[in-house]
C-alpha cells in the first residue's frame, strides 16, 4: 500500500513537471480591472493600455528567450470585495497567471491583495489604486502601484486651489476606502494650508435622487463643491443635484470625476470647473497616445497611461529575474523603474529587453513617468484639467 | 430681505422638493391602498410594477424620439404614457389571471396572497432587469428648467436662488389631475361606486349582484395607470433604476398605513406627511436659520437632525410610531 502510494505520489510529481515545462512558454497575466461598475466607462481604454504593452512585449519576442506574455481579463467590479476576490482567485488558481495587473478601485484592490495575492505568492501593480491606507498595508513586497498615493492627490489639489484663491470649500465623497481616503487626506493638507472644509459628507453610490445630501452641503456653503466620487456613480448625481438646485456653480474634480462621460452628460454646464488626475506631459505621454491612437483607442483616457506602465513592468521584471515567480521577480520592479539606468519610453520595450539581456541598468519612464518611492507607490504627476466649452482641456502637468 | 432669502432657500430645498416626491408617494400608496382595500391583500409587487410601468414607458419613448416625435418644451415621456399603461394593464391582467384569481378563488388568507404578490415582485423584477438592464436610464428631454437657478437670482437679485424643474411641475400637475379623476370616478361613477361598495363589505355586494370579477379587472386596470405614472414622474424628475423602484415600496407602504389602509385621501396625506417628514428631517437647516436669527444667534453647526443617508429610517420611524399609537392610520382605514 504504502508503495502503491509512494509511485502514485512519484507520479502525479512527474506528469505536474512535464505540464509545467509544457506551459513554459507561455506566461499569464490577469488583468483584473472594473469592467462593470463605477467605472465601466475609463476601464476599456486601462485594459487597452495595459494590452498593448504586453504586446510590444509579445512583438520583441516575449520575456526569457521566448516565453510569450497571454493578458487575462477578470472582472473586479470596482465595489464588490467578494465578487473580485472570486475573480482574481479563478485567474490564479484556474488560468494559472503569474502577475496581476490590477485592480482599479482602491477596496477590491486590497482585498485581492490580502485575499488572492499574499496567500498564493503572486506580485500585482495596481495603475489606478490610490487609497493612502495602501501605502500601509501588509504585502510581503508583492505590490506595487503606478498611480499616486492620495495622500499626494490632497496635497496637489491644495495647490491648485491655493492657486485660484479658493479658501472654503465643501467636500462629498463616495463613500468607500477610496472616498474616505481621498477627502480626509485632502482636508488634512487643505487645512494645514490655512483652507476650511465647510463639509465634508458622504454620499451612497446608486441613488435616484442627491437632493437631499445637496441640501446639506449648500447650507454648509463654500466657493467650491469638491466631489470626490465616480464619474458613472454618484459623483455625477451629486453634481447634477447641485447644478439644478443652483447650490453649486463650481466644482473641483478629483481622478475618478474625470473622464469623457462628464463632457457628454454636462458639457457646457460644467465650464469653469476644475480637476486633476494622475499624468504627464513627458515625452513617454506622447509617445504612448501616438502608439494608443495607432492601436485604436483613446491614450488620454484616466490611467491608460499607469495602466500600460504596470504591464510593461511585469514583463521586465520577469525578464531581469529571468523568472516569471513573483518572489523572484517582485525584488525589481523598484530597481527597473528608478534611476540610474538607460531611459526607457513607450515603444522602447525591445530595447529595454535587449538592455537587460546585455545586464545594464534600465529607468523605467513609461507613458507616466515613473518614479517608485517609498512602499512602491508612484511618486506622482499630475494633470490639472479645467473645462472649457463643454470639454476638458489642459491647463498644465504637475 | 433676509425672511425672504430664507424662505427661498427652504422652499428650493425643501417645500419644492417635497411637494414632487410627496406627489410621487401619493400616487405609489393609492395604488397600494386600492389593492388593500379592494383585493384585501398588500401588493409587495407594487414597485416592481412601477419599474416595469416605467421600463415600458422608457422604450416606447426611446422609440418617438428615433422617430423624430417630440412634445417641444415637454418631455416626450408624456406621449408614451398612455401606451405604458395600456402594456402594464396588459400584464397586471395577465398576472391576475394566472396567478392571484387561483388563489382568490380557493379564498386564501390574504397573508397567503401577501407571499404569492412576494413572488410575482422577484418575477418582475427580473423581468425588468432581462429587458432593460439594471442600470441608471435617462429618458428625460425637453426643456429641463421652467426657472433655473441662474435667472431667478438674476430676475429677483435675491442671494439665494430658486430652480424648478419642468419635471417637478409636471408632476404636481399630474398627481392634482390624476387625483381629481380617480376621487370622480369612485364617487360619481356606477363602477366606483360598485368597487367602494365591495371593498366595504364584500358579501352585501354580492348580494346587490355586483359582478366580482369586474370589479377585480377594474380594480387592476387603475392600479396599472397609477403605477405607471407615479414611476414615470419619479424617472422623469430623478432617474429610472430598477433598484431604487423596489426600495420605494417602504416609503409606499408607509405612506399608505399612515393615512389609514384602503382610504384614498388618507393615501395622498400619508404619501406628504412622509415625503415632507423625510425631507425636513435630513435637511440641514443652518442656512434658514442664519437668515432668520439675529447675526449674534447665528448657529454654528449644521442644524441637520439625522444625516441624509438615514433617510429611509425616518419613513420606517413613523410608520412604527403610527402602527403603535394608532393602527388604523390618520383617515380611519384599516387596521393592519
Known sequence: ?398 | MDLLNAFVALANFVLIPGLAYGSQLALGALGVTLVYGILRFSNFAHGDTMAFGTMAVILITWWFQSIGIHLGPLPTALLALPFGIAITAAVMIFTDRTVYRFYRKKKSDPVILVMVSLGVMFIMNGVVRFIIGPDDQSFADGERFLISARTFKQMTGLQEALAIRTSTAITVVTAVLVVAVLFWFLNKTRTGKSMRAFSDNEDLALLSGINPERVVIVTWLIVAALTTIAGTLYGLDKSFKPFTYFQLLLPFFAAAIVGGLGNPVGAIAGGFVIAFSEVTVTYAWKKVATYTLPESMAPDGLLQLLSTDYKFAVSFGILLIVLLFKPTGLFQGKSV
Not at chain 1, 97 to 119: E, K, Y
Not at chain 1, 149 to 172: F, H, N, P, Y
Not at chain 1, 287 to 302: I, L, P, S
Request: aromatic share 6%; charged share 20%.
Open chain 1, 1 to 398: 500500500m504504502k508503495k502503491l502510494l509512494l509511485a502514485s505520489a512519484a507520479t502525479a510529481l512527474v506528469a505536474g513537471a512535464a505540464l509545467a515545462g509544457s506551459h513554459s512558454k507561455e506566461v499569464k497575466v490577469g488583468i483584473v480591472l472594473g469592467f462593470t461598475g463605477p467605472l465601466e466607462s475609463i476601464t476599456p481604454g486601462m485594459a487597452a493600455g495595459a494590452e498593448l504593452a504586453i504586446a510590444e512585449i509579445n512583438a520583441a519576442g516575449g520575456v526569457i528567450d521566448g516565453t510569450m506574455v497571454t493578458p487575462v481579463r477578470g472582472d473586479s467590479t470596482c465595489v464588490d470585495a467578494a465578487a473580485a476576490t472570486a475573480a482574481a482567485e479563478r485567474l490564479v488558481t484556474s488560468e494559472g497567471v503569474a502577475a496581476i495587473m490590477g485592480a482599479d478601485c482602491s477596496g477590491v484592490t486590497g482585498a485581492i491583495l490580502q485575499n488572492v495575492a499574499r496567500p498564493n505568492g503572486i506580485a500585482m501593480i495596481s495603475p489606478s489604486a490610490t487609497s493612502p491606507a495602501l501605502s500601509t498595508a501588509e504585502d510581503d513586497g508583492l505590490f506595487f502601484r503606478t498611480a499616486p498615493s492620495d495622500a499626494r492627490q490632497g496635497v496637489v489639489m491644495t495647490e491648485i486651489l491655493g492657486e485660484r484663491g479658493i479658501k472654503e470649500v465643501a467636500v462629498t465623497y463616495t463613500n468607500n476606502d477610496y472616498g474616505k481616503g481621498l477627502a480626509d487626506s485632502f482636508q488634512a493638507a487643505f487645512e494645514a494650508a490655512g483652507g476650511k472644509v465647510t463639509l465634508s459628507a458622504a454620499h451612497e453610490d446608486g441613488k435616484a435622487d442627491y437632493s437631499a445630501e445637496v441640501g446639506a452641503l449648500a447650507a454648509a456653503g463654500g466657493e467650491i463643491l469638491v466631489v470626490a466620487g465616480y464619474i458613472d456613480q454618484g459623483g455625477s448625481g451629486v453634481i447634477r443635484a447641485a447644478l439644478d438646485s443652483g447650490a453649486f456653480s463650481t466644482f473641483m474634480l478629483p481622478d475618478g470625476m474625470v473622464g469623457t462621460g462628464l463632457e457628454e452628460r454636462f458639457g457646457a454646464e460644467l465650464n469653469g470647473s476644475f480637476g486633476q488626475h494622475p499624468g504627464t506631459d513627458s515625452n513617454g505621454a506622447a509617445a504612448f497616445q501616438a502608439a494608443a491612437a495607432a492601436a485604436g483607442f483613446d491614450g488620454t483616457q484616466a490611467f491608460a497611461p499607469e495602466s500600460y506602465d504596470a504591464a510593461a513592468l511585469i514583463a521586465l521584471a520577469m525578464q531581469a529575474a529571468g523568472s516569471t515567480n513573483a518572489k523572484d521577480w517582485s525584488s525589481k520592479v523598484m530597481d527597473l523603474a528608478n534611476a540610474p539606468g538607460e531611459p526607457i519610453l513607450p515603444g522602447e520595450l525591445a530595447k529595454a529587453i535587449q538592455l537587460i539581456k546585455e545586464g545594464k541598468d534600465i529607468d523605467y519612464v513609461g507613458a507616466s513617468a515613473v518614479e517608485l518611492i517609498g512602499p512602491g507607490e508612484s511618486a506622482g504627476n499630475y494633470r490639472e484639467i479645467e473645462f472649457k466649452d463643454g470639454k476638458i482641456s489642459t491647463v498644465k502637468y504637475r
